[in-house]
């Protein structure tokens, strides 16, 4: 019997996870954040009142099976003087088939059908919601857009009102065999999953596995400085009773040429790999580093494969 996964996030990182993922047999669901509202997502949010789109046109051709011809066409973006420049094809026809539909989880899941999905994606929710962040300097800033521009660390996050879950959320949840938190921004991406209390209470209910597999550079605003340990440490405090039982982490060394550009050009460190303050959870750690473009990215099918490996092992 095929084991059953359910990976919370949202943006590159999920996408680049579940590109490994979808190669292997099991049954994937991508829960996504929608609290996006920068460039189109932020203009088509306005206009039309629906939930972020961007991370879900991201995990939408991450999933699809239809050819890279297809992942062209949906992040291709209008350049032009009109109000089409800057949108994505994808996020129009998700906007389109939310309007259509009634909802964007109806719409995701026709899409869905178009672009033969390996996998089921869920909206977090369907709400139009509004991530708040208390910043380190004691200032309140609301929208996710505003608050990765603040020039000041994140302290914590919370909704500006409780969303609506997608009640097929817990559903995929209550019948998952693994839980895993994906690389992507930490408050942005994937605190803003674990903000609803129904699933917080599901996953204490079922004592799921949960996993995090771990970001490979800092980020600049939300965990300079991090270790592994550290990144774990912020994710437990939104996870109430439960705790990341399992963590992956990269081992392999980064290119210097790499790590310098990261350093410079973004202010962006190797996330450490303190072993030693990792005694309360299960850890997985491999060679995971990959350059594609002079862009630094997980090697997605061994890092899928190590977790395939947890899978079968349980």
């Known amino acids: 019997m095929r084991k059953k996964v359910v990976v919370l996030g949202g943006g590159t990182g999920m996408s680049s996870l579940l590109r490994g993922l979808k190669e292997f047999p099991i049954d994937i669901t991508a829960v996504v954040s929608v609290c996006d509202d920068g460039r189109s997502t932020g203009r088509l949010r306005e206009e039309f009142h629906v939930p972020a789109m961007g991370d879900l046109r991201q995990v939408l051709t991450a999933l699809s099976e239809s050819g890279p011809f297809v992942e062209k066409l949906l992040n291709y973006r209008f350049n032009t003087t009109s109000d089409l420049n800057g949108h994505p094809v994808g996020n129009l026809l998700l906007t389109a088939m939310s309007n259509m539909t009634g909802n964007m989880s109806s719409g995701v899941e026709a899409l869905g059908q178009v672009f033969n999905l390996k996998g089921k994606i869920l909206p977090l929710t369907d709400d139009e919601v509004t991530l708040v962040a208390t910043m380190e300097d004691g200032t309140t800033v609301e929208g ?49 999953n674990l903000l609803c209390k129904e699933i ?16 490979m550079v800092t980020q600049p605003g939300e965990t300079d400085d991090l270790t592994v340990s550290e990144h774990i440490s912020i994710i437990n405090q939104y996870l109430g009773n439960r705790k990341v039982d399992v963590v992956i982490a990269n081992d392999g060394e980064i290119e210097e040429n790499i790590r310098k550009k990261y350093e410079t050009l973004e202010q962006k460190d190797p996330v450490i790999l303190d072993k030693d303050k990792l005694k309360d959870v299960e850890v997985i750690t491999n060679n995971y580093v990959t350059i594609t473009d002079e862009h630094l990215r997980h090697d997605a099918i061994l890092l899928s494969l190590d977790i395939f490996k947890y899978l079968i092992t349980k």
């Open 144 to 192: 996710e857009h505003n608050i990765t521009l603040y020039p000041s660390k994140i302290k914590e996050v919370h909704y500006l009102n409780e969303p609506k879950l997608n009640d097929k959320v817990i559903n995929a949840i209550k019948e998952s065999d693994l839980v895993i938190l994906s690389m992507g921004s930490i408050f942005t991406s994937i605190i803003p």
């Open 200 to 215: 917080i209470n599901v996953l204490e209910e079922t004592g799921v596995p949960i996993m995090y597999t771990c970001n």
